[in-house]
């Protein structure tokens, strides 16, 4: 019983000192975010609240927790708090396979990339249930509109874990990173990696894709109904969820914690290299919510179905055929 | 007790409890909701049985899409609990039932089909050893459960699937090979003639 508690205690602790960077990086994604986009625009972005604005999370988490939590009348209010939650949670939960570094991982599970896509696949009952528990119009068209889209895109994203597990022969993620030592998959699988960042913008429903929270159609989405402490936590979900994506780029394309080739010498702990290619990729999510405009629904779903669906799926054949054809298929247990 | 044994007895609670309530909820969203936390907790014993792929599949499959699906048809549809009395159903859920305990049982007393399971040849991952058996013994059931799945999906569309006519598409190809000289004319009309539609 002493050793169950301990290993409770263990976990618990461990699992905070993962939890605690992640949720440090999530306030300071919004601030990157305004700050890229003020940079884009030519603002200065905010500045006021500390030294170059450094502050100004904090000071929005706590005006958040401030205000009054808001539910309607008729909505339902179990499901309606426990959405935000289930949300918040996912977007948590994925981290426990993600190899920050070499042997840095919660759990190194045998089935990692699994996890991962099951999770991201869960994702969108945060979502669902947020727009039926409101029981309001835009919050319910914007769940279906948001379902029907990370529904699409996940079978896209699905080929594309499936090329590269291929390449790897693994479906750990601390293997796939190692079998990128000679090479990052992000220079033979170009298209698959270009595939994936699109549809990890359709799959967080960030900017061009965004359409869940299409404020000029539908109010805010999913989102319409919430205030406070929960709308927080979806805030929270959706920039962990995109800080996850950019993640699992990096393990899957951009060689997760391997340096730079040529840059060995400098010998920078593994978790930073993973750390600036995951934030490279941030600012890739920030750049494009600052250039392009948001697509239109049936253009959205073209993309999904008609344009990446088939060439995922060829190229999963090509590379399956690329490696029988020259004796490459990655063997091993 | 050891860890593994509280999450048996954890999983197994919450698994036989959503599942009455999947039966007994009022309203159907609720019993779709409860049926996804069955299938959670389902994958959560298929992870403790040391079968970490299908617990995976049950998420991906079950919870990500065909729970999603129903979820969408019951949240569109709301069409309440049917109509009619549980009595007057009682004997074929009766009926259905037993056959499911008799099969169990069966199952119980004979160890199943295979025996009881063997243990994986040494040093391989049982999502390795599955892929072996799958794509090498039974390559062609599984050909099989596929094309099977295609037509049901071919089936489905054939028979959702209506032909409108009038409706204006997009063809972004189209769009994009497009180039002025092809799209804009500039005229010179005559005073008092005007443009028109046919006149070059």
């Not at chain 1, 625009?41 to 006021?48: A, L």
């Not at chain 1, 727009?131 to 896209?156: C, D, H, I, T």
């Not at chain 2, 008799?102 to 295979?114: D, N, Q, T, Y």
């Amino acid at each position: 019983m002493l050793d169950a508690v301990l290993t409770v205690l263990q976990v618990t602790a461990l699992i905070l000192l993962l939890v605690v960077p992640l949720l440090a990086c999530v306030a300071y994604l919004t601030l990157a975010e305004r700050k890229v986009l003020a940079a884009a625009h030519r603002r200065r972005g905010p500045n006021v609240v500390g030294p170059f604005g450094l502050l100004q999370p904090l000071a929005d988490g706590l005006k958040m927790l401030a205000k009054e939590t808001v539910i309607p009348t008729r909505a339902n209010r179990v499901v309606f708090v426990l959405a935000p939650v289930v949300m918040f949670t996912l977007s948590l939960a994925a981290w426990a396979v993600i190899p920050v570094s070499e042997r840095v991982v919660l759990a190194d599970i045998n089935v990692g990339v699994l996890y991962l896509f099951a999770i991201s696949s869960m994702a969108v009952y945060g979502i669902i249930m947020a727009g039926w528990a409101s029981n309001s119009k835009y919050p319910f068209l914007g769940a279906l509109r948001s379902a029907a889209q990370m529904v699409s895109y996940e079978v896209s994203i699905g080929f594309v874990i499936v090329t590269v597990v291929l390449c790897a022969g693994s479906l750990n993620l601390t293997e796939i990173v190692r079998a990128q030592e000679k090479i990052w998959y992000v220079v033979p699988l170009l298209p698959m990696a270009v595939v994936f960042f699109i549809s990890s913008l359709a799959e967080t429903n960030r900017a061009p894709f965004d359409l869940p929270e299409d404020e000029a159609a539908l109010v805010a989405g999913y989102a319409t109904e919430y205030s406070s402490m929960l709308f927080l936590m979806f805030f929270m979900g959706e920039y962990a969820s995109m800080i996850l994506m950019s993640a699992m780029g990096t393990i899957l394309f951009l060689g997760g914690w391997l340096p730079l080739p040529g840059t060995a010498a400098l010998a920078l702990p593994g978790f930073v290299w993973f750390a600036l290619k995951t934030a490279f990729l941030l600012f890739l999510f920030l750049w494009v919510r600052a250039t392009l405009p948001r697509y239109r629904y049936d253009q959205l779903m073209r993309i999904g179905w008609k344009v990446f669906l088939p060439l995922s799926l060829a190229w999963v054949v090509l590379t399956a055929g690329a490696l029988v054809a020259f004796d490459a298929l990655p063997g091993g247990k | 007790m050891a860890a593994p044994d509280l999450f048996f007895w954890l999983c197994s609670a919450v698994l036989m409890l959503s599942s009455v309530f999947v039966v007994s909820a009022r309203s159907l969203v609720h019993a779709v909701f409860f049926l996804i936390l069955a299938f959670l907790n389902a994958a959560g014993l298929f992870i403790l049985l040391g079968a970490e792929f299908l617990g995976m599949m049950m998420l991906i499959v079950y919870v990500g899409a065909v729970a999603v699906l129903f979820l969408f048809v019951v949240m569109t549809l709301d069409t309440g609990r049917p109509g009619g009395s549980l009595r007057a159903r009682l004997p074929a859920a009766l009926a259905a039932g037993a056959i499911l305990l008799l099969e169990l049982a069966f199952v119980a007393v004979a160890g199943g089909p295979g025996g009881s399971p063997e243990p994986l040849p040494g040093g391989v991952s049982n999502t390795r050893a599955l892929g072996r058996l799958i794509y090498t013994d039974y390559a062609a059931l599984f050909e099989l459960a596929g094309a099977i799945l295609l037509v049901a999906m071919i089936g489905a569309i054939v028979l959702a699937h209506r032909y409108r006519p009038g409706v204006r598409r997009q063809n972004p190809v189209r769009q994009f090979v497009r180039r002025q000289g092809e799209s804009v004319r500039l005229e010179d009309p005559a005073v008092g003639a005007g443009v028109s539609e046919q006149g070059r």
